[in-house]
């Protein structure tokens, strides 16, 4: 099967500009997962995706950050303004299961953000 | 609040066993998965214990105790390509019943020749 698909691969941005992020999960996957991953740190859930509809984003800053996915399938995550903190790996995640339970989480390669 | 603790590097030599330990304090445990990540790649599902025991896949193991909240993943036969970082996730269960997972930072396991 077609793996967990994101882009871009890299992205290098000034403080206070805009990115986005774009996920394709696996055929099939009804959740999906936006993490931020920085260095040397394991993945901090930003929001979580049953479908179309948000189950969890209590730890997204929505003062900056939204996503969206709409018709249930792919996803985009945006940040702005982006500031330098924001500096880190964005992974998206799918898994077959609906919610988290004994299914695992498939990863794609993520994007690496560079805040300057 | 919940808490995940894995030592954060470990050292051994190719041919060699090494054990990465993994405690955690959460509430609605659901199960515990363990990953690999090679620098600069994404995470990849390496197994999954539910219940108190030993899980065996080949060069890879790993061990659930419930009641003391402890984890271990037990590498085999050390190879140069098993060294990555291995995370320790907890699957746990969420009063809107959809869960949620909460990662340990990793340990960066480090195969010398």
């Known amino acids: 099967e077609a793996g967990v698909a994101q882009s871009p691969r890299y992205k290098i941005i000034e403080k206070r500009q805009s990115v986005a992020f774009w996920c394709n999960p696996i055929?099939?996957?009804?959740?999906l997962y936006w993490y931020q991953q920085i260095l040397g740190q394991g993945p901090k859930l930003l929001i979580q995706?049953?479908?179309?509809?948000?189950?969890?984003d209590s730890q997204l800053p929505k003062d900056r950050f939204s996503a969206e996915r709409l018709k249930g399938v792919d996803s985009t995550l945006k940040i702005q303004p982006a500031k330098l903190e924001d500096s880190a790996v964005y992974l998206c995640?799918?898994?077959?299961?609906?919610?988290?339970?004994?299914?695992?989480?498939?990863f794609g390669n993520g994007t690496r953000l560079t805040v300057t | 609040g919940q808490n995940i603790d894995q030592p954060t590097e470990m050292t051994a030599t190719e041919g060699a066993i090494v054990q990465i330990n993994c405690t955690y304090q959460?509430?609605?445990?659901?199960?515990l998965f363990w990953y690999q990540q090679h620098a600069g790649e994404a995470p990849t599902f390496l197994s999954y214990?539910?219940?108190?025991g030993l899980e065996e896949k080949g060069r890879f193991s790993s061990f659930l105790s419930r009641s003391k909240g402890y984890s271990y993943l037990l590498l085999k036969e050390l190879q140069m390509k098993d060294s990555a970082s291995y995370l320790c996730?907890?699957?746990?269960?969420?009063?809107?019943?959809?869960?949620?997972?909460?990662f340990g930072a990793g340990t960066q396991v480090v195969v010398t020749p």
């Open positions: 995640a799918s898994s077959f299961v609906q919610g988290a339970g004994n299914s695992p989480l498939h």
């Open positions: 055929s099939g996957h009804a959740t």
């Open positions: 995706f049953q479908n179309n509809g948000v189950v969890d």
């Open positions: 959460t509430s609605g445990f659901n199960g």
């Open positions: 214990n539910v219940l108190d």
């Open positions: 996730a907890v699957s746990l269960l969420t009063t809107d019943s959809w869960g949620k997972f909460q």
